[in-house]
């Protein structure tokens, strides 16, 4: 995974390499019941914020309430 230099330390070392794209991201590691489980609109939602973050920000994050591994997550798309 190449990642740009610009992004905090914590977020590099934060980043999950299991993941293809932000979708497979949200679906692996968010907690069911606080993703899918909110009904559709939720889970577009929360899908138009990673992709957002991403835009903005070049990562994304899963706090450690909403994820499954019950730390913070990151994810950083691979650059191409």
């Given at each position: 995974m190449e990642t740009n230099s610009n992004l905090p330390k914590w977020v590099i070392r934060e980043a999950v390499t299991d993941c293809m794209d932000v979708y497979e991201f949200a679906h692996k590691y968010r907690k069911?019941?606080?993703?899918?489980?909110?009904?559709?609109?939720?889970?577009?939602a929360l899908m138009q914020s990673h992709i957002d973050d991403i835009a903005r920000r070049g990562y994304t994050t899963i706090s450690h309430h909403d994820n499954i591994?019950?730390?913070?997550?990151?994810?950083?798309?691979?650059?191409t």
């Open positions: 069911p019941d606080r993703f899918t489980g909110r009904g559709k609109e939720h889970e577009q591994t019950g730390r913070i997550v990151a994810f950083i798309p691979e650059t």
